[in-house]
């Protein structure tokens, strides 16, 4: 499939029916009170860089953001492929800008959290064919249980 990665604004109608369909993804498999989401508005943030992969006729398939944590250390947050396309590899992709966009800015340290249940599988293949591996919980997580945290060190 060909498609298009690009940093992009998260304030777009597009965007925000996909980040609606990533909530709604999610909403099932984990308690909500274990949810981290960032809002759109959140990934508006100039320490948020949004990349959004789109088909060539603009449709809007994937995404994924880099949180800047300061200090070297930077956050995987709102990786998501439409249903229709996992397999084909755009996570993978996505998840190869936000690590080139992070050695880029020098971080020496990547983190993400996920979930722990049953349906989050894809992600963790995703994360671990990148070169992520498992750790305990980062940043301000709660060690929940309901979570799982990966890390990859980039210096």
Same mark, same amino acid.
Request: proline share 5%; hydrophobic share 40%.
């Given at each position: 499939?060909?498609?298009?990665?690009?940093?992009?604004?998260?304030?777009?109608?597009?965007?925000?029916? /996909?980040?609606?369909?990533?909530? *709604?993804?999610?909403?099932?498999?984990?308690?909500?009170?274990?949810?981290?989401?960032?809002?759109?508005?959140? /990934? *508006?943030?100039?320490?948020?860089? &949004?990349?959004?992969?789109?088909?060539?006729?603009? #449709?809007?398939?994937?995404?994924?953001?880099?949180?800047?944590?300061?200090?070297?250390? #930077?956050?995987?947050?709102? /990786?998501?492929?439409?249903?229709?396309?996992?397999?084909?590899?755009?996570?993978?992709?996505?998840?190869?800008?936000?690590?080139?966009?992070?050695?880029?800015?020098?971080?020496?340290?990547?983190?993400?959290?996920?979930?722990?249940?049953?349906?989050?599988?894809? *992600?963790?293949?995703?994360?671990?064919?990148?070169?992520?591996?498992?750790?305990?919980?980062?940043?301000?997580?709660?060690?929940?249980?309901?979570?799982?945290?990966?890390?990859?060190? &980039?210096?």
């Amino acid at each position: 499939m060909a498609v298009e990665i690009a940093i992009e604004t998260p304030l777009q109608e597009d965007v925000r029916t /996909m980040v609606a369909a990533l909530n *709604a993804t999610m909403t099932p498999l984990t308690p909500r009170e274990f949810q981290f989401q960032l809002t759109v508005e959140q /990934m *508006a943030e100039p320490d948020v860089t &949004l990349f959004v992969a789109r088909e060539a006729d603009g #449709g809007c398939v994937g995404m994924g953001a880099l949180k800047d944590h300061g200090a070297g250390l #930077g956050e995987v947050k709102r /990786m998501f492929t439409q249903p229709e396309i996992r397999g084909q590899r755009v996570g993978a992709r996505i998840l190869e800008r936000i690590e080139a966009l992070a050695r880029g800015r020098e971080m020496a340290r990547l983190v993400l959290e996920t979930g722990e249940a049953q349906g989050f599988e894809p *992600a963790w293949r995703v994360y671990e064919r990148g070169g992520f591996t498992r750790c305990g919980a980062v940043l301000d997580y709660p060690d929940s249980g309901f979570s799982r945290f990966y890390e990859k060190k &980039l210096a």
